[in-house]
């Protein structure tokens, strides 16, 4: 493969992570060499984007309030995530999958 696109790469890493291989033997199997194989984990690592490969981003918990409660006062399930900088963003059980996906969009 002469050029490869992130979702090419995102594929293969995605491949590579459910092989249980090392990389070394990953990338003997198929052909791709180490060094590639590192300068494009290496290029979705320092992108950080949340849908690189479809993966989940790591959420660290401070011990300031309460990340998430079972109910709000309509009864609905309630998940709000406060960032640092004073944003809270509050997802309900009748929010779209479409509405939550243009708030993370915005907000990343």
């Not at 992130?6 to 890493?13: G, L, N, S």
């Not at 998430?68 to 779209?96: F, H, Q, W």
């Not at 509405?99 to 990343?108: A, G, N």
Request: aromatic letters at 10%.
């Amino acid at each position: 493969m002469t050029y490869m696109t992130i979702e090419q790469f995102c594929q293969i890493y995605d491949d590579w992570k459910r092989s249980g291989l090392s990389v070394q033997q990953y990338c003997e199997n198929t052909g791709l060499t180490e060094s590639r194989f590192y300068y494009w984990r290496a290029k979705i690592q320092a992108e950080s984007l949340p849908s690189s490969c479809g993966s989940f981003i790591p959420v660290k918990m401070s011990g300031k309030t309460s990340v998430c409660s079972a109910k709000n006062a309509s009864g609905k399930a309630l998940c709000e995530i406060e960032y640092p900088n004073g944003v809270v963003v509050r997802v309900t059980t009748d929010m779209t999958l479409d509405q939550l996906r243009q708030m993370v969009t915005l907000l990343h």
